[in-house]
């Protein structure tokens, strides 16, 4: 039987096992919108569709699943631009399909009409334009397998409305073909016994792990492998929640704002792991400077990620869980050998822990201000163990992955790569659509909340329980900390001058508002929100100037931090 | 240093932007670009000439590499390959000129594809430094117009 390429569209869906989709119609797409009704798909309707996107990628992230948002021509395509990117820099796994202009109308200008495969060419890993419903099903079997595999990410499918309306017969290859893309999943040998010689050598090990390893799921056998080799292990923001953070070996993150620790060891380690990490100019600092001391091994899916910022003594392209299982069992069977190296690196760990001490992570606490860390680490203290956190982009972010010890894998989404505001709220959206029982928390700051609020609309709508803690300081907070520490304290308009109501904001569109303007109320409220059902909105009056410490400054070795006074 | 690099693709919709996009994107630089259909009308083959250092040909290599549509890179450079290419050249051919506008023709073995009373265009074939000799040999005499196609390349032996 014949059937409309729409229908052949959530027909591969289905075959693709998708259950939920985030989207926003319109005219190029109101034949799927027509036919959706008729599947198994819970669509979600956002209010604009960069937040279609960003709750894809939320629903990506926390499920490891393929992510997919729908929007249409025009407008509603270039909005998915900013979300496009975000996956794409954090390799997150997304279809995204828009609607087109008639296959006879493209290239005229027509209403509603851009090249968005133009535009999303350097910020997909792959895009389609259908241009014969014979090749639909073909393309969408493709676009989800070059999402998911691989080094993941996004991969848009531009689907004009004359091939919706057209009919075929339906048929899902059971195979993909593609002569141009064979992703390396397992480590070559002989690199890998060259890893081994090399670990068992070191004396200052260290571990620095990226987002790969929740892309590769590979967080068991990365804490097999530490605990292995009692190497420290440091993660990229991305790779927080990958390795439990309350760990002895945890030296928590590195970088710009990194523990003093973290950077000391990095700079001062004799051989460095990198595991899913590439070397991002946040988390090296001024790359002449960066582990000058230390052999560099790096392990990555993609091979473009080596040596391409920093050089390397040891590439090992292939998953990471193969890779990382293979080490531990080529080191495993050289018990001497491994226990000589773990003995040998006992004064690393005690000039760690020495440097732990004496710069360990903290704050200023205050009895009559609320210090926006004390806020982070009470929601850490109430929220349960596999609560999902979501950031957007600024101070608060640093001062969640500095104090929000993060002890699960996907549980920490956060637009690392691209440092997208307004990506918080609507990844909540995603997340709390694929896990309705989990603790779902956007930590927020008033200038990212208010890039996306509308999706306020769609948590009440879809009764989605996500709370959300905004740490108002009614200023772009990491904007005017530069302009403090480098600009002569001239705030040009980092200053968010109209004090908004965020509590009555929230009850316009129909949830819970709550604020805390003392630090006994803090905790309080957190409590009060967690137990009450539905979205609600924390907005906590915390400390205006508060600043993200350590920090390395733009260009300096990351060594050379300025630490909290 | 200057590298030639062959790429096999997918003769698909975009896949020229898709290579040219890469190296703008990523600021990597190109001297030409030849592209057209192989044997297999399925597969197309572009030949690049491009500059870099030894980690800039790194990145090139692995980022065509990464794209989907690319089936095959392979940079020449180092190894034993016929290159070619081929100039049209209109060139002003006076009373006084004409002789030697021809004298050149004859030991460069170029062709005359069109003539008018004050012109020649000439056909040249050869390595790229032999397209060089000739342009920098008729230039006293008027060049209007010229049109090169970037260097092919082909590995020889088997």
């Known amino acids: ?565 | 240093m200057k590298h030639t690099i062959s790429v096999l693709v997918e003769n698909e919709f975009g896949v020229l932007t898709r290579v040219a996009g890469l190296f703008s994107g990523r600021g990597f630089n190109i001297e030409s670009l030849s592209v057209a259909p192989t044997l297999d009308p399925s597969v197309s083959r572009m030949t690049i000439v491009t500059r870099g250092d030894d980690r800039i040909l790194e990145q090139i290599n692995k980022q065509l590499n990464k794209l989907i549509d690319t089936i095959k890179v392979t940079d020449f450079t180092g190894q034993e390959y016929v290159e070619r290419e081929m100039a049209l050249i209109k060139v002003a051919a006076e009373e006084e000129t004409r002789a030697e506008v021809l004298r050149i023709v004859d030991i460069f073995r170029a062709k005359v594809v069109d003539v008018t009373p004050r012109s020649y265009t000439l056909e040249v074939t050869g390595a790229p430094t032999k397209l060089d000799a000739v342009i920098d040999l008729l230039k006293p005499m008027g060049i209007k117009e010229l049109v090169r196609s970037g260097p092919v390349v082909i590995g020889r032996g088997q």
């Open chain 1, 1 to 565: 039987m014949k059937k409309t390429g729409s229908q052949i569209l959530l027909e591969c869906l289905q075959q693709e096992g998708v259950d939920t989709v985030f989207g926003y119609p319109g005219g190029t797409v109101i034949n799927i919108y027509h036919d959706i009704a008729d599947y198994p798909i819970h669509h979600i309707l956002t209010r604009h569709e960069q937040a279609a996107v960003h709750a894809a990628d939320g629903y990506a992230r926390t499920t490891g699943k393929v992510g997919v948002a729908i929007a249409t021509s025009g407008p509603g395509a270039t909005n998915t631009v900013t979300g496009i990117a975000t996956a794409y820099m954090d390799s997150v796994p997304m279809v995204i399909i828009t609607g087109q202009v008639p296959t006879p109308l493209i290239g005229n200008d027509a209403f509603q009409e851009v090249d968005i495969i133009g535009i999303t060419r350097s910020i997909t890993k792959h895009n389609y334009l259908v241009q014969d419903i014979k090749d639909l099903s073909r393309i969408v079997k493709q676009a989800f397998y070059i999402a998911r595999t691989g080094r993941p990410g996004p991969v848009l499918i531009d689907l004009p409305k004359d091939i919706q309306v057209a009919s075929a017969k339906f048929e899902y290859p059971e195979k993909v073909e593609l002569r141009g893309y064979k992703p390396t999943y397992s480590g070559n040998a002989r690199q890998l016994e060259k890893a081994a010689r090399m670990i068992l050598a070191s004396r200052k090990p260290v571990l620095y792990v990226g987002g790969g390893a929740t892309g590769a799921d590979a967080s068991e056998d990365l804490l097999a492998f530490a605990e292995m080799t009692q190497a420290p292990v440091t993660t990229t923001l991305m790779g927080m929640a990958s390795f439990p953070q309350r760990h002895p070996q945890a030296l928590g993150m590195l970088g710009m704002h990194g523990t003093y620790y973290a950077n000391m060891a990095v700079t001062n380690s004799d051989l460095l792991i990198a595991v899913g990490a590439r070397f991002d100019d946040r988390v090296t600092g001024k790359i002449a400077s960066f582990a000058p001391h230390a052999k560099i091994i790096h392990i990555d899916i993609d091979p473009t990620s080596i040596k391409k910022n920093v050089r390397v003594d040891l590439p090992i392209v292939g998953d990471l869980k193969d890779v990382l299982q293979k080490l531990s069992v080529t080191l495993g069977e050289r018990p001497e050998e491994l226990a000589a190296m773990v003995d040998g690196s006992a004064g690393w760990r005690t000039e760690i822990a020495d440097w732990k001490s004496r710069h360990p992570m903290g704050y200023q606490a205050s009895d009559t201000i609320i210090k926006p860390q004390y806020v982070i680490e009470q929601l850490r203290e109430l929220t349960a163990d596999d609560a999902i956190i979501t950031t957007e982009v600024g101070q608060h972010q640093m001062w969640t992955a500095q104090f929000f010890s993060f002890s699960q894998p996907r549980t920490f989404l956060t637009s690392g790569g691209l440092g997208t505001m307004g990506y918080g709220l609507p990844a909540a959206v995603g997340a709390q659509a694929a896990f309705p029982e989990r603790q779902v928390i956007d930590i927020s700051g008033d200038g990212s909340f208010q890039m996306n609020s509308q999706e306020l609309a769609t948590l009440v709508q879809y009764k989605l329980p996500v709370k959300i803690a905004i740490l108002n300081n009614n200023y772009l907070g990491m904007v005017r900390q530069w302009q403090e520490m480098f600009f002569d304290r001239r705030y040009s308009e980092t200053t968010m001058e109209l004090p908004i109501d965020f509590v009555k904001l929230a009850e316009a569109y129909g949830a819970t508002g709550l604020r805390a303007t003392r630090p006994e109320e803090v905790g309080e409220v957190i409590r009060k929100a967690l137990a009450t059902p539905g979205p609600v909105l924390m907005e906590f009056k915390v400390d205006r100037e508060e600043n993200v410490m350590p920090m390395v400054p733009a260009g300096a070795a990351i060594n050379e931090m300025v630490l909290a006074s």
